[in-house]
């Protein structure tokens, strides 16, 4: 008798198996993302605890490390100026950048658009510039030296000054965003009811807002504590945690005392990051379905002095700016004031030192595919693929992780990760590929929460028909996300671009003599008391990422008019 031939497969069991192999794909590289995350975050971070009880010998040593540093008074103090430094700076910087931003959403004042770009020009610098222009303000050569009443500003008052500038951006989209949550119902029943201007801002305006300067304020405290650039060029003597690692590492070679003093860096982070956390969880939807948004009213008076505020604080982020750029095409500070590129010639192109801003920028754009290849790829397998339940919250946790990891921790936890023999990835070790990486993590948060948000507008519905149509998830992506999220893509892209342009912490202790960048070569100028190309050298990153950010808003006028055209109403 005739065997009987298999029957062949229904097309829903074909479906079910090609479904299957594409979730398949789907958890593979959902895994490669967990795995990469693990190995260039956990690591080092994992390396740096492990370090920091050993003795140079690697012998276990318990807590000695930690007692033996805090039992010397100078690393005591370096502790103490770290936080006195921080709490400063939020102090000043907080109540100043809330009242710009009170300016900008609560009065019709002129020039709104124009003070709001000026305010950001900080974020387009690195933060070595700031320190530079004012050792050329106040410096015993300065300007204004005699303004300062004979303190110097190499020290406590310089480096408050330098943060204040720099973090000042940082606070203002933050409380721009929480003014700008305000309902605009609550203050017409305040003013049926005729409630006082002042009763006004302290019932409905701050209380509306608290989250906001709450995250603000933490943000600028955590940002000051992690900051190396500036301390380590106007701090003159001043010790803090960063300068610490950095004496301990590249000065004296001290790996184990230099985790100790890592890992004393975290913990303010980490606080911070914490307390950011239980601040999101109380925070509660300010805006119904039903709010109104609020249009503030002319107040002559009080128009005209949020203008003047507004414009002294413009004013005085352009002449920080505006010093460093002179002070890069003139000859001789302040001798021989002339116009003279000799600085960008001489200086940069004939001392050799022009490479490390093409290595910049080769670095910067190998981060921008980099990143959000793995950024917006990784935060569309985390949010929008089926199965592997149990992956998923691991990879929400190492997203966010970065954002309590400083940089100057991150850099150090490299060098004892992948300078390790013992590590196959010891390859990486003094190469581009470790400064693109490093820097992807170090930034990785902020451009994760943006790719999530983006994704979380569009509705799940749209995998579910895919699936159900026996549509790969990757032809759904390229298809229907990446256009919808295109804003988005482009939003990390320039993100990414800019800090990796002026980052300078997270990849001091990883170049090598062929892979310098800017950032660093303004540090080694400025040492060796080259101000003027230190100067140029700066001026070119603000010139280029300014240039990125035009362009970024010409790609973005001319793509989104292709591809998001349904986001546009037609009657």
Known sequence: MAATPPAAPSSATAGRQQNHWHDRIAHGLLLL???????????????????????KDGR???LHQFVEYMSTPALQQSIVNTLLMAGSVTVIVIPAAFLFAYALTR??????????????????????????????????????????GGVSIYGPVGIVMSECYGVFPHALMILITALSMA??????????????RLRKFWTITLPGAKYGLISAALVVFTYTVNDFGVPKVIGGNFNVLSIDVYK??????????????????????????????????????????????????????FDTLMFLYCAVISLFMLAVLGMAMFTSFIKLWPYDLSFSLRHYYFGLVEGGVLESYFNSLKMALWVVVAGITLVFGGAYLTEKTRGMESVRPIVRLLAVLPMGVPGLVLGLGYILAF???DNPLNFLYHTMAILVVSTVIHYYTSSHLTAVTALKAIDNEFEAVSASLKVPFYKTFFRVTV???????????????????????????????DSTLASVAILNLEEAGE?????????LIVFTSTGVCLLYALITRVLLLRTQAWRRTHG
């Not at 004042?109 to 974020?123: E, G, H, N």
């Not at 119902?185 to 049926?192: C, P």
């Open 419 to 421: 300078n390790n023999p």
């Open 33 to 55: 993302v967990c795995v990469f995350l693990s190995v260039f975050l956990v690591l080092p971070v994992a390396a740096i605890l492990i370090k920091s009880v050993q003795d």
């Open 60 to 62: 276990f040593v318990g």
């Open 248 to 301: 301990q590492v590249i000065g004296q070679q001290n790996f184990n005392k230099g985790a100790v003093v890592s890992l004393l860096l975290l913990l303010p982070a980490l606080v911070a990051f914490a307390i950011d956390i239980v601040v999101r969880r109380k925070l509660r939807a300010q805006l119904s379905a039903r709010a109104v948004p609020y249009a503030p009213k002319k107040r002559p008076l």
């Open 531 to 539: 101000i003027g190309p230190a100067a140029a050298m700066a001026t």
């Open 107 to 148: 009065s019709t004042m002129p020039c709104k658009s124009l003070f709001r770009t000026i305010s950001l020009v900080p974020i387009l610098a690195p933060s070595l510039l700031a320190a530079i222009s004012f050792v050329q303000w106040f410096g015993t050569q300065g300007i204004l030296k005699d303004l300062l």
């Open 483 to 513: 256009p919808v999220c295109l804003p988005a893509i482009l939003d990390i892209g320039r993100y990414l671009f800019v800090n990796a342009m002026t980052t300078i912490s997270a990849v001091v202790f990883l170049y090598s003599p």
């Open 183 to 196: 309902d605009g119902r609550l203050y017409e029943a305040a003013e049926s009811l005729g409630t006082s």
